[in-house]
């Protein structure tokens, strides 16, 4: 399977920015669409962006407008760049590959995103 590496998370204040990378092992072009998910404690988790290999591109109303996700296949990273962040932002961000034959997911570690004054 691919490994999916997450980084760029941690502490940031409110209105802040913050962009988080997932470096895929190898190609990304096995993936139909990637995404980001997150969970708060006590929480589902939830599908915050997804990118197709399309580009098409879909937002939960709770980021839109601050949140921009992108991938680069020449690099084999998947991004989300993060701008006015909320408190309510704050979670375990997970980033995912959906496998374009199989459907199979694949996910990453998670990196901590905390947004607090």
């Known amino acids: 399977q691919v490994q999916l590496v997450e980084s760029g998370g941690g502490l940031v204040q409110p209105e802040g920015s913050l962009t988080l990378s997932c470096v895929a092992s190898e190609t990304i072009a096995i993936f139909y669409s990637m995404a980001w998910y997150r969970q708060a404690p006590g929480k589902q988790r939830e599908l915050v962006a997804s990118?197709?290999?399309?580009?098409?591109?879909n937002y939960a109303d709770s980021v839109k407008g601050r949140f921009t996700i992108s991938r680069d296949n020449a690099k084999n990273t998947l991004y989300l760049q993060m701008n006015g962040l909320k408190p309510e932002d704050t979670a375990v961000y997970y980033c995912?590959?959906?496998?374009?034959?199989?459907?199979?997911?694949?996910w990453g570690q998670g990196t901590q995103v905390t947004v607090s004054s």
């Open positions: 990118i197709t290999t399309s580009s098409n591109i």
């Open positions: 995912n590959g959906r496998r374009i034959f199989s459907g199979q997911n694949q």
